[in-house]
């Protein structure tokens, strides 16, 4: 059964830093696309950096300069590092992988929240 589990979120000042990290089981890690996506309270799912196969990337414009998306094939894991922190970050980040078969796959999410 394929698995992506994040961690890293948590509470932190505005300003400050989080690294997440999302390590997926049971997938052919190199031949899946991974994103990073946040839900807010009340808002929808939003798309906030994206990793493709070879490793270009692409980051909403919020979090341009700010967040960085990576991946390590050899340990099955994507980061997103966010610097600069601010409170409208806050939210519930979702780690989501895309194979070339079209499978996708969610992982449970960690909280991230950012206070003023």
């Known amino acids: 059964q394929v698995q992506l589990v994040e961690s890293g979120g948590g509470l932190v000042q505005a300003g400050g830093s989080l690294r997440l990290s999302c390590v997926a089981s049971?997938?052919?890690?190199?031949?899946?696309?991974f994103g990073w996506y946040r839900q807010a309270p009340g808002k929808q799912r939003e798309r906030v950096a994206i990793i493709s196969i070879n490793g270009n990337t692409d980051y909403a414009d919020s979090v341009k300069g700010r967040f960085t998306i990576s991946r390590d094939n050899a340990k099955n894991a994507v980061d997103l590092q966010m610097n600069n922190l601010k409170p409208e970050d806050t939210a519930v980040y979702y780690c989501?992988?895309?194979?070339?078969?079209?499978?996708?796959?969610w992982g449970q999410g960690t909280q991230v929240t950012v206070s003023s």
């Open positions: 989501r992988g895309g194979g070339l078969d079209g499978k996708i796959t």
């Open positions: 049971a997938i052919t890690f190199s031949t899946n696309n």
